[in-house]
Antibody, heavy 125, light 107 residues
Framework: EVQLVETGGGLIQPGGSLRLSCAAS????????MSWVRQAPGKGLEWVSV???????YYADSVKGRFTISRDNSKNTLYLQMNSLRAEDTAVYYC???????????????????WGQGTLVTVSS | DIQMTQSPSSLSASVGDRVTITCRAS??????LNWYQQKPGKAPKLLIY???SLQSGVPSRFSGSGSGTDFTLTISSLQPEDFATYYC?????????FGPGTKVDIK
């Protein structure tokens, strides 16, 4: 059974740093496209970052230069290192696995088929 | 970045109603469009991928259509467990974007 469990959230002061973890089971993180998606209180979903199976990483403009996505293959765990945190980074952070459709009418489409339960990050003084 | 819009932003409906939600992309995204359902305090759940493919385990009353810039999610007969917020999401570009959501509540 596929499972994603995020940890590491909490209350942090503006300018501080926090590292989120997403422990995966039932599949191999390094063989998959993994993302972080966040949701500010009462707001919609915002994609934050992705790491491809090959190791390439990409970020939303809102976090570029401040956040770093990585993975530990030995622990089958995804991370999000968040530096220079701002009040607007306050959100529930979800990790999600994306499946790539490799054939048929959905060829090339990636979709988030598994999500963690989320971890709340609150940036406030 | 590709901008996604949804309409309506919210709607009230009754059990048994047919519900249609529209999603529009700021440029053509072919069929790189997915739909999610989210209930309060829960993670999003995949309903439809590649515009019209039903995710395994999702009831057949959910369907999706469209390509290019205009897409729809239809619930053929609304059930009590369907009251939730629905998001579209494009995966055409590396910078994934979600629509702002459509909240479906009880009339």
């Amino acid at each position: 059974e596929v499972q994603l469990v995020e940890t590491g959230g909490g209350l942090i002061q503006p300018g501080g740093s926090l590292r989120l973890s997403c422990a995966a089971s039932g599949f191999t993180v390094s063989s998959n496209y993994m993302s972080w998606v966040r949701q500010a209180p009462g707001k919609g979903l915002e994609w934050v970052s992705v790491i491809y199976s090959g190791g390439s990483t990409y970020y939303a403009d809102s976090v570029k230069g401040r956040f770093t996505i990585s993975r530990d293959n030995s622990k089958n765990t995804l991370y999000l290192q968040m530096n220079s945190l701002r009040a607007e980074d306050t959100a529930v952070y979800y990790c999600a696995r994306a499946t790539y459709c490799s054939g048929g009418s959905c060829y090339g489409v990636r979709y988030f088929d598994y999500w963690g339960q989320g971890t709340l990050v609150t940036v406030s003084s | 970045d590709i901008q996604m819009t949804q309409s309506p932003s919210s709607l009230s409906a009754s059990v048994g109603d047919r519900v249609t939600i529209t999603c529009r992309a700021s440029q053509s995204i072919s069929s790189y469009l997915n739909w999610y359902q989210q209930k309060p305090g829960k993670a999003p759940k995949l309903l439809i991928y590649a515009a019209s493919s039903l995710q395994s385990g999702v009831p057949s009353r959910f369907s999706g259509s469209g390509s290019g810039t205009d897409f729809t999610l239809t619930i053929s007969s609304l059930q009590p467990e369907d009251f939730a917020t629905y998001y579209c999401q494009q995966s055409y570009s590396t910078a994934i974007t979600f629509g702002p959501g459509t909240k479906v509540d009880i009339k």
